[in-house]
């Protein structure tokens, strides 16, 4: 949903797994909607390790643990490999998320989450590790996204990262403007290029 | 200039490149399925808009299409509806849709270079992360998500970062055996599946360029599973006897005209590469997959690795993949039991894997215990199977063929492997639940699929050959 980004100060829920994939994300049996209600979605968000088989809840999956909660979700390296399906960023949006912390991202998802108006922060190993030991130490800890400034911060020990984002995206997501918007605005230049290439 | 085919075919379909920004590319195919295209035709409804250039959008149902009975309604009433909203919306925005039961269907990856609409020095696009499959006939192809697919209805561009390049040369001769799918297995296990992020790769060497053209739409379809957007095989004379005289492939003059710019597409002699890999031929034996991601992969003559040549941040992962399916660290697969066998997707449903399974079933005969299925990629290669006289081969062997469709590879029609059930499956993926919920897949070969089908063990194929 186009929803304008600035800076977002909250609780964490980490997810200390590495490759965690869009199949795991949401699973393919919930991509047969036609609409994009992303309440659906969000309530399926990591549905086979939020259920068990039988349709119980998986205490000891960390969503349904009440310690952890908050608008971003910090997970280990290679967050959102696999399939290009856009409804994991749908359902990461719908759950509640705006923001996902990892070391890496998978590029398709990636897209996929900025172009849901939710900020994936690239940060080093080393914070991310930090971080995922300040929020087991106190699952109240704060971490501040500031966009404006790019910059991660983890309150609970005042250490600060530089993330990187394209100006062009930094505005759509500051303004809540999407990428149709833009093309929209241009369709001389691609009529012009078509004319070349002809 | 870096001078690689990769900047070539890029660069020329670059509109304009936007400040401090990503770079609006033309595209001149976009195949939509029914799986990610409902939610980008109704925000195009939803601003009042007509697909910019609806000549250039191919649609087909795959993802849900049941692999029987095509001729009947689908059951699943919630997959019918997904499958019938794709044919509306493809006749509201006056878009070419090759529904279930017409002669051109088939999974979209396979259908596209088969019809020829795949061409080399295109740029191709597809809500589907295995679009980097159409790379093989020398094209910049790359899966993207739907709001991209709503991008492109509207305007035939896209909004994106440039890729940085990457060479990988496989250099020497395939063993007996060793198949494109297990170079592709191979590479994923040493570049993991996030080894090649943020590039494009292309395939060189001779392993590649003695590759037939299946053998290449299936390396360049795992693409992917490394990480990489797409991946891609500079055309040459085995590409051009391939695309000549397919339906939507030039014709006559147009065709003479198309091959001597198609020859001009290969990366320069002084190509620079932000990276550069090289492996040999002789490293490579067939191979199956242990854990819950396509890198996860071995040798099938070797162990699972031990927990200690595991990095520490990587343990709980490992642990937790092993456990998933059954397997302990350090033991051999070779003779597990095996309950499902599945041969089709789009990166193993072409005429080439048939043929292979068929080589090793040929005189013998299914395991009893063993579930199989064999679904074809398209029509096209249904009729070929026919005509080659394989179906005959399999049927005597007590295997079935099945209608064509994406099917298991991740069970959005009721090709579902049941919980806790080992599957070897020639699909891309083996992630937790791909191929149903709680269903444990080994990737592998067509080799090595039917090798399993027949001894209904894991097999290692050559010892069949």
């Known amino acids: 949903m186009k929803q304008k980004f600035d800076i977002i100060t909250s609780t964490c829920v980490p997810l200390p797994l590495e490759n965690v994939d869009t199949d795991q994300i949401i699973p393919a049996r919930f991509l047969k909607a036609t609409t994009r ?35 971003i979700l910090v997970a280990g390296k290679n967050f959102g490999s696999g399939s290009s399906r856009e409804h994991a960023a749908w359902a990461i949006a719908g759950y509640g998320f705006r923001v996902v912390i990892s070391s890496f991202f998978a590029d398709i998802h990636k897209n996929n989450e900025l172009n849901n108006f939710v900020l994936p922060v690239v940060v080093s190993e080393d914070f991310l590790s930090e971080l995922f030991a300040s929020i087991k130490a106190d699952p109240k800890m704060l971490v501040e996204v500031d966009l404006p400034n790019q910059t991660v911060t983890n309150k609970a020990t005042g250490r600060s990262e530089r993330f990187e984002i394209n100006g062009y995206k930094k505005y759509c997501l500051m303004n809540a403007l999407d990428d149709i918007d833009f093309l929209l605005e241009n369709k001389d230049k691609i009529e012009a290029w078509e004319q070349q290439h002809a | 200039m870096a001078n690689t085919l990769f900047d070539k075919i890029w660069d020329k379909h670059v509109v304009q490149y936007v400040e401090d920004g990503p770079q609006q590319l033309y595209i001149d195919r976009l195949y939509c399925h029914e799986v990610t295209s409902p939610q980008a035709f109704a925000g195009m409804r939803a601003r009042g808009l007509k697909c910019f250039r609806p000549d250039h959008i191919y649609c087909m149902p795959d993802h849900n299409t049941p692999t029987h009975d095509q001729d009947k309604p689908i059951e699943d009433p919630v997959s019918k509806a997904q499958v019938d909203a794709l044919a509306k919306n493809a006749a509201d925005f006056g878009l070419t849709h090759f529904g279930m039961m017409d002669s051109k269907n088939g999974i979209i990856h396979v259908v596209g270079p088969e019809r020829g609409l795949s061409l080399p020095g295109m740029t191709i696009v597809c809500g589907d992360s295995h679009t980097s499959t159409h790379g093989a006939v020398g094209a910049v192809a790359f899966g993207i998500g739907t709001s991209e697919v709503e991008m492109v209805m509207a305007s035939q561009c896209i909004l994106q970062q440039k890729p940085k390049s990457m060479r990988i040369n496989i250099e020497g001769e395939l063993g007996k055996g060793v198949t494109a799918k297990d170079v592709a297995l191979y590479l994923m296990s040493q570049l993991t599946t996030s080894g090649a992020t943020g590039y494009f790769v292309e395939y060189a060497g001779s392993v590649v360029r003695n590759l037939s053209m299946e053998g290449r739409l299936t390396l360049c379809n795992l693409s992917i599973e490394m990480g990489a957007r797409g991946g891609f095989i500079a055309p040459d004379e085995v590409t051009f006897a391939y695309l000549k005289g397919r339906e939507y492939a030039p014709k006559g003059e147009d065709w003479d005209k198309a091959v001597a710019y198609w020859k001009t597409l290969k990366s320069g002699d002084d190509a620079v590469f932000d990276k550069e890999l090289t492996f040999q ?5 067939p191979r199956i997959t242990y854990g819950t991601n396509p890198g996860m992969g071995i040798g099938i003559t070797e162990a699972v690795p031990s927990i200690d040549t595991i990095p520490e941040a990587g343990r709980a992962s490992y642990l937790k993949s092993l456990d998933y399916m059954g397997f302990q660290p350090g033991e051999k697969l070779l003779g597990k039991p095996v309950d499902y066998v599945f041969l089709g997707a789009c990166t193993n449903g072409r005429i080439e894997d048939f043929r292979a399974f068929a ?35 399999l049927e005597d062997a007590g295997f079935e063929l099945r209608q064509p469709g994406c099917s298991a590879c991740l069970a959005m029609n009721d090709d579902k492997i049941p919980a806790g059930k080992l599957a070897v499956s020639t699909s891309n993926r083996n992630f937790e639940g791909r191929q149903g919920p709680g269903a444990r897949t080994v990737l592998a070969s067509p080799l090595v699929a039917a090798a399993a089908a027949v001894t209904g063990v894991i097999t290692d194929p050559r010892t069949l050959m």
């Open chain 2, 281 to 285: 031929a002789a490293d490579i034996e």
């Open chain 1, 37 to 71: 209600e992303e309440s659906f979605f969000g309530e399926n968000l990591f549905r086979d390790w939020r259920y068990h088989a039988d349709g119980t809840l998986n205490k000891d999956f960390v969503l349904n643990d009440p310690t952890y909660g908050g608008e």
């Open chain 2, 359 to 393: 080589s090793i079933a040929k005189g013998r005969k299914k395991a009893a215990h063993v579930v199989a299925w064999l679904v074809p990629g398209s029509w096209m290669v249904a009729d070929q199977i026919k005509a080659e006289g394989l179906d005959k081969i």
